[in-house]
């Protein structure tokens, strides 16, 4: 790749101990790459490890193994003030607007606080760049005197948007940013985030376990399921052509309003538990096109580097392909 | 999710007022000043306060001169309250006793906030060996009889006022240290800090002014509290005879007069009905803001 990704994560794990010698593989190895301007969603089912690795990446959980580079640069094992100032470039908006927001803090204090903190600019220049960071976000710059319960969901994330943006940063993670909104509030949050990139030439870090709001805004998807990346490639690539069997179970439990949800396959049961992974393919116990194989040996990711690539042995099997055709025929 | 892009609602919300900023303390407040009786408490509170600041200058009896007769009743001499067993003036004793008996309640209670509220913030926010460690310390305090280890504190130095405020400190300061550790091991976790954390935010900073506001409700319910249970202490100690001989204190003149309890009780009533007004009207105040700051057990 000729030019530096935004943010290029490789063979990252992280592991919880929780006691009695036990380990929880949260993130069990996952590499990616986010090119500059690109929108990179996270896909998976809860414990799948994506916000956990999303949070490693913005460097607020320690990552196990593997390296985190931040435009070129290897953040890691940053600390201190080295850290500090490499956050500058790396903002992370949270799940929930009803927690993540001080709420003993003015809304123009919560925006002005990463300049405050990584000494930006003068008071007054800071001051400016508030209002400005308000109506870009959709807000009124008198709101800022206003405390965060004076808000609703939707107001409220624009104002932890609108605090990621604050120090200009060039990759902002986005944790499940709308899954605690209504739908209504999700797509004007959704169009918001869609207009920023273009605007300002943003890269995201998005998760979530809704493939609808990831299609809507994302570019490239990767898959998780356990810990690791099962499927990686282009959004049209994952839409139109999913290749591993557990993609195709999160798209047909998309609902459509032409074919409701009937299409396609339902998973049964859940994720085996990520502190004893089993062996072989981690989706095999609840794969309906599981073999002997499956079971024994790790699918690794396979396919042209840039683009597609999934974790499958069964992938290019007719079966699977049938099941993909099915899926894929009815309109979306 | 196919959705025309929709412009951010400015418009809608453009023409409209703005609410007035409402803080979460001046919410509060306003829970607070609707409570009947927390007001009561506070306007009892608010009076005692005033009149231990500036009763002695407009009452300039001396509570240690004897006046009249040891042991004149109530309403016997031109002294209002009668006089005690050295025949000293009860009311010149009250004014000035409580000057001595608040200062010491409020010291000790900011004695109590400041290690429990270190304590338990450092061990609530960093967890692990050093959060053993503390509790450790914490609950070895924690079992030591109260009484029996301020009293050992105040005979090993002297009986001086800063000693015995002091020793209640050092005796009453482990509840607040559990109460703070649950509130930072609750707090710690939410979003805003991790938030505050990635625009750069260092521990320092996280600790004392992003945590501890937000953890400060129920801890300033418990200081006002502990106002009266040092007030209380005081009094216990003063009452075995632990108490400043150069201060004369509401506990002390309890003390001073029990020998004396069957022929004269005015001599320790007066004192007793001070401090109880006293500590009833810092419980109501303390459970006036209980109830402001979680309305919802109020329902109950």
Not at chain 1, 296 to 305: A, F, I, R, T, Y
């Amino acid at each position: 790749m000729s030019e530096i990704s935004a943010l290029s994560v490789s063979d990252l794990k992280v592991h919880f101990p929780v006691g009695g010698g036990k380990v929880v593989h949260a993130v069990d190895g996952i590499s990616f790459d986010i090119p500059a301007g690109v929108a990179f969603g996270l896909v998976g089912e809860s414990g799948s490890g994506k916000t956990t690795a999303a949070m490693a990446c913005a460097r607020l959980n320690d990552a196990t193994d593997g390296t985190i580079r931040l435009g070129g640069d290897d953040i890691t094992h940053l600390d201190g003030d080295q850290m500090r100032q490499a956050r500058r470039d790396i903002q992370v908006v949270f799940q929930d607007p009803y927690a993540s927001l001080n709420p003993r803090e003015r809304a123009g204090a919560i925006v002005r606080r990463p300049m405050d903190l990584m000494g930006i600019g003068t008071p007054k220049e800071r001051e400016d760049r508030v209002d400005e960071l308000f109506a870009t976000v959709g807000l009124r710059a008198e709101q800022k005197a206003l405390f965060p319960h004076q808000f609703s969901g939707g107001q409220r994330q624009r104002i932890g948007i609108a605090r990621a943006l604050a120090t200009r940063p060039k990759l902002i993670v986005c944790d499940e940013p709308v899954s605690a909104l209504d739908v209504a509030i999700q797509a004007q949050i959704l169009n918001l985030l869609g207009r920023l990139k273009a605007e300002l030439g943003l890269s995201y870090l998005f998760i979530s376990h809704d493939l609808g709001v990831v299609q809507h805004l994302c570019d490239k998807i990767a898959v998780m399921y356990l810990g690791q990346i099962v499927e990686i490639g282009s959004r049209s690539a994952i839409f139109r052509r999913p290749m591993h069997p557990y993609t195709m179970a999160l798209i047909s439990a998309v609902p459509t309003l032409e074919a409701g949800m009937d299409a396609g396959m339902r998973l049964k049961g859940d994720p085996p538990s990520p502190i004893s992974p089993p062996e072989g393919c981690r989706f095999a116990g609840r794969c309906q096109f599981a073999q002997d194989r499956c079971r024994q040996q790790s699918p690794v990711l396979s396919g042209d580097p840039d683009g597609q690539r999934v974790a499958c042995f069964r992938a290019r099997d007719p079966e699977v392909a049938a099941l993909r055709d099915k899926l894929t025929s009815t309109p979306a | 999710m196919s959705v025309t892009d929709t412009t951010p609602p400015v418009a809608a919300t453009a023409g409209k007022p703005l609410p007035k900023p409402v803080s979460p303390s001046r919410q509060v407040w306003q829970m607070f000043r609707q409570n009947h009786s927390a007001m009561i408490g506070l306007f009892i509170l608010f009076a005692i306060i005033v009149i231990s600041i500036i009763g002695p200058s407009l009452y300039t009896v001396s509570p240690r001169d004897m006046v009249w007769m040891p042991l004149t009743p109530p309403g016997q001499s031109e002294y209002l309250l009668g006089t005690d067993y050295l025949g000293r003036d009860l009311l010149a004793g009250l004014i000035n006793g409580g000057r001595v008996t608040i200062t010491i309640g409020f010291s000790a209670a900011v004695l109590t906030i400041l290690i429990g509220v270190t304590i338990g913030a450092l061990a609530g926010f960093f967890g692990g060996r050093i959060d053993n460690v503390l509790m450790r310390v914490t609950e070895f305090f924690q079992v030591l009889p109260n009484l029996l280890f301020a009293m050992v504190v105040v005979m090993l130095f002297s009986p001086s006022l800063i000693n015995i405020a002091i020793a209640i400190g050092i005796v009453s300061w482990t509840s607040t240290a559990r109460l703070t550790r649950a509130e930072f091991l609750k707090i710690r976790e939410m979003d805003y800090v991790k938030a505050e954390r990635s625009i750069g935010a260092g521990n320092a900073r996280l600790i004392w002014k992003v945590i501890l506001p937000n953890a400060a409700p129920p801890l300033i319910v418990v200081a006002a509290l502990s106002i009266g249970s040092a007030i209380l202490f005081e009094a216990g100690l003063s009452f075995l005879g632990l108490s400043d001989p150069n201060a004369m204190s509401w506990g002390r003149m309890i003390g001073d007069n029990r020998p004396y309890i069957l022929d004269s009780s005015w001599g320790v009533t007066f004192p007793g009905i001070a401090i109880f007004l006293t500590v009833l009207a810092i419980s109501l105040v303390g459970d006036g803001l209980n109830d402001a700051i979680n309305p919802k057990l109020r329902q109950r």
